[in-house]
């Protein structure tokens, strides 16, 4: 008789209370309909990040250009300059 309790209670050790398992369905009901809302909110600032990069390497290769450019400049002035003393 007593074997017969012991397994009825190792049964009721692992059951829980019906309330319980109610609230973390319902928990979990509204995890699942705001996921969608923080996915599309999540993509937005993805979108938003990656424009700001294109936007910032985008300016700078024009610093790159601008500073190849100055070299440049600088060396067709340098050029003109050992014209002007060689004639």
Request: glycine share 0%; hydrophobic share 30%.
């Amino acid at each position: 008789m007593m074997e017969k309790f012991d397994h009825i209670e190792m049964k009721l050790k692992y059951k829980c209370e019906v309330s319980d398992v109610n609230q973390l369905d319902s928990r979990v009901k509204q995890i699942e309909e705001k996921l969608p809302n923080h996915e599309k909110e999540l993509e937005a600032r993805i979108v938003a990040v990656e424009s700001e990069l294109t936007k910032s390497s985008t300016s700078t290769d024009e610093k790159e250009n601008a500073l190849s450019d100055e070299k440049m400049i600088n060396f067709v002035i340098q050029e003109e300059i050992n014209k002007k003393t060689t004639e």
